[in-house]
């Protein structure tokens, strides 16, 4: 594909990273936890800050193959007014939730950019932390949110095979790959302050999406050198569609690549959602990852009404309760952190000085 | 002969502390061995983020935590402001939350290495101190932006040892010892520290404190090693109490080189 830029293609940008990820590498998985490990707990110490997602609307108009909400599912489609929004951040509050990450799918009619505004209005008004996964925004959109208390975005790139991309978004405004491969940086422009991006693991060959979402990263940073960076490590799960991925992404593999990132980007959030077991989010706790979800629901809403027949965007894998995971965290003496954000820190980060 | 310019007490503005240890309050495995290695530690003065506060957790609160420890002074801080403006409301919401005049000015814009912008602190600093906080900007080893802060009216100024969460120890030693030789006010040190050896150092060379927290959140046992830290203070401050030996470059010949002088022949 023509035009690809530069920080994406050139194997420079993860060329240190690149021999702890290849097929065959000749560094041990133990030996890449060990220095995982020592870095995470200098620079994070024993602690995991904790969010969760609450997705406002699971309308969407894309045709994204590997999603659970794509316009083609036979799914009951609905938006959560904003009683109903109200309602359920107070219902995730009461569980303890300071920190939330609002979704949406692709831009519709009904959940519109106004939309989404107000919501993330009403969320600022009642956690520390918001955060959005929508539909893609323009610079004065992003600067918008921003004024209004939304303090990151998530945005992934779903994969860096451009050959894939296309394949894989069928119809809709998420089809065109370099204007994806942009989002993240106009909301850094806006002000933005924390940046989530990420591949959804599967869909491509799982080395070379590594080494680009690693370069993408590290773009950001030398970019925009106020930017908090953070990356997900979703694998695909079992969706309503029965989409079947074309690579396998073991659990070794996903360790491998989180350790990698751990040691290529030290001071980096890594996040693992409840798209994981438990088994394998206790293991990474304390490993590499310093951010998680909890108790999550991909349910539109799902908190303070309990989930019905309707599909969720994916199977939630760690299903446990905060109480029981905050648990299993104290159990490895890590402390689970709610609350790591002050409302007095929101605001575009353009704005300097205090005159 | 004891030196009598080294004040037994650390004094900070109009504050005395009989602990030299200034500790930090993140980072640990949990609440409790938080306050353990605090009450090991003697410090009479702890560090603690505003953005920690949670007065709707209050099993995860860690100003309703630090309250319970009987004469301790919280020093709130501002880790999360990017901004002058951000640190100066953070700096004015921990006042009204804890009551306490100590604010720890700390701006970094960068949330990667997280390193303070002299810029923004600067501005921030400038501003909390007119209101009447006692400042304690935390700032890379800057001997110029040190005295600008001192004439801004801050209480103390606390330049980093080396990057936080590094354990690099003291890498800006001796930008430092400028900062002592120039300063009118405490000089504390703050980040960097890895072990109880380089805090002693520190109060060797002639910090008035140091501050420290991953160093103790992260060891294997944080109450034995606060116990560690604060030995390594104590034994530091008292080295330079009792004077310590002066350095010399090179061996002293035993037949001097300067013999020849006064004589007639």
Redesign the interface.
């Known amino acids: 594909m023509n035009g690809l830029p530069d920080w994406l293609t050139n194997e420079k940008g993860s060329d240190d990273i690149a021999p702890l990820l290849i097929n065959g590498s000749s560094f041990p998985l133990e030996f890449l936890a060990a220095e995982a490990r020592a870095i995470t707990l200098r620079r994070f110490g024993r602690t995991m800050s904790l969010y969760a997602p609450l997705y406002l609307s699971n309308v969407c108009s894309s045709g994204c193959a590997y999603c659970g909400y794509a316009s083609d599912r036979k799914t009951i489609r609905r938006h959560l007014d904003f009683t109903e929004v109200e309602r359920e951040l107070s219902g995730m509050k009461a569980m303890g939730i300071s920190d939330v990450l609002l979704l949406t799918g692709e831009r519709t009619a009904e959940v519109n950019f106004d939309y989404l505004r107000r919501c993330v209005d009403i969320a600022a008004a009642m956690m520390p932390r918001v955060s959005v996964e929508a539909f893609p925004m323009s610079v004065n959109e992003y600067a918008a949110l921003a004024d209004c208390g939304c303090t990151g975005i998530t945005i992934y790139q779903e994969t860096y095979d451009p050959e894939q991309y296309r394949i894989l978004h069928r119809w809709g405004a998420k089809q065109n790959f370099l204007d994806r491969l942009e989002i993240p940086e106009r909301a850094l422009q806006a002000g933005i302050k924390t940046i989530g991006i990420g591949a959804l693991l599967g869909l491509s060959d799982p080395v070379e999406e590594a080494l680009k979402l690693l370069r993408h990263v590290r773009h950001l940073g030398k970019t925009y050198w106020k930017a908090g960076l953070s990356v997900s490590f979703p694998r695909i799960r079992p969706q309503t569609g029965g989409f079947q991925p074309a690579f396998h992404v073991t659990d070794h593999f996903l360790a491998r690549m989180i350790f990698a990132f751990r040691i290529g980007m030290p001071d980096v959030e890594l996040v693992l959602s409840t798209r994981e077991s438990p088994a394998l989010r206790d293991g990474m706790a304390g490993l590499a990852i310093t951010r998680m979800s909890i108790a999550s629901r991909t349910t539109v809403g799902g908190y303070v009404e309990p989930e019905n027949s309707q599909q969720g965007q994916f199977e939630v894998y760690d299903d446990r309760s905060a109480e029981e995971f905050c648990s299993a965290l104290q159990a490895k003496n890590i402390e689970p952190v709610f609350k790591n954000w002050e409302p007095v820190y929101n605001g575009p980060s353009t704005e300097n000085n205090i005159s | 002969m004891v030196n009598k310019y080294v004040m037994n007490e650390l004094q900070i503005g109009t504050y005395r502390f009989s602990s030299r240890l200034i500790l930090g309050t993140?980072?640990?495995?949990?609440?409790q061995?938080m306050l353990d290695a605090i009450r090991a530690s003697g410090t009479e003065l702890v560090t603690v983020a505003?953005?920690?506060?949670?007065r709707?957790?209050i099993e995860?609160d860690l100003f309703a935590a630090l309250s319970t420890i009987d004469g301790l002074t919280l020093m709130p801080n501002t880790s999360?402001?990017?901004?002058?403006?951000?640190a100066?409301?953070?700096a004015h919401?921990s006042r009204e939350l804890s009551g306490s005049p100590f604010i720890k000015v700390e701006i970094h814009?960068?949330?990667?290495?997280?390193m303070p912008d002299p810029?923004?602190t600067y501005?921030?600093s400038r501003?909390l101190a007119s209101e009447g906080f006692l400042v304690m900007p935390y700032i890379s080893a800057d001997p110029v932006l040190a005295k600008r802060l001192e004439d801004a009216g801050c209480a103390s100024v606390m330049p980093l040892g080396s990057a936080i969460?590094?354990?690099q120890g003291l890498t800006t030693a001796e930008m430092i010892k400028l900062i002592i030789r120039e300063s009118s006010i405490p000089v504390i040190v703050d980040a960097g520290l890895r072990s109880p050896s380089e805090a002693c150092a520190a109060i060797e060379m002639g910090c008035e404190a140091v501050l420290v927290n991953?160093a103790i959140?992260?060891a294997e046992n944080p109450e034995e090693m606060a116990t560690a830290f604060a030995g390594a203070v104590k034994a530091g401050y008292k080295a330079r109490k009792a004077g310590i030996m002066p350095r010399s470059g090179s061996a002293v010949a035993t037949s001097p080189l300067t013999s020849f002088l006064g004589k007639a022949t």
């Open positions: 993140g980072k640990f495995g949990n609440v061995s505003i953005r920690r506060f949670n709707e957790q995860h999360g402001a990017s901004n002058a403006r951000e100066v409301r953070a919401i814009p960068n949330p990667q290495h997280l810029i923004e501005e921030a501003i969460g590094s354990g991953s959140a992260v």
